[in-house]
């Protein structure tokens, strides 16, 4: 089985950084694409940043330039690093994994940037 589990969140003021972690088990995270997502309160999931098995990452337009998305195939980890954070990324983070038509979501880290 897959799990998910997201750490790394927590209150940060105006113009400081995160590292958020998730930590996979599962023998096909390798083979896998990652990607973190944000959902706040009475909005919709929006994705914030993805890795392919290969490494190649993508970002969200709100994302570029302040986030990186790493991932070590040998800890099965992947991280989000957060920078120059402002209080419209408060919101819960979510990690997810994907593996073909399989996908697996942890159960989210709360990010709260205060001013």
């Known amino acids: 089985q897959v799990q998910l589990v997201e750490s790394g969140g927590g209150l940060v003021q105006a113009g400081g950084s995160l590292k958020l972690s998730c930590a996979a088990s599962g023998s096909i995270f390798r083979f896998s694409a990652l990607g973190w997502s944000r959902q706040a309160p009475g909005k919709q999931r929006e994705l914030v940043a993805t890795i392919t098995s290969g490494g190649l990452p993508n970002y969200a337009d709100s994302a570029k330039g302040r986030f990186t998305v790493p991932r070590d195939n040998a800890k099965n980890t992947v991280e989000l690093k957060m920078n120059n954070l402002n209080p419209e990324y408060t919101t819960v983070y979510y990690c997810?994994?994907?593996?073909?038509?399989?996908?697996?979501w942890g159960q989210g880290t709360q990010v709260t940037v205060s001013s």
């Open positions: 997810k994994l994907r593996w073909g038509s399989l996908s697996y």
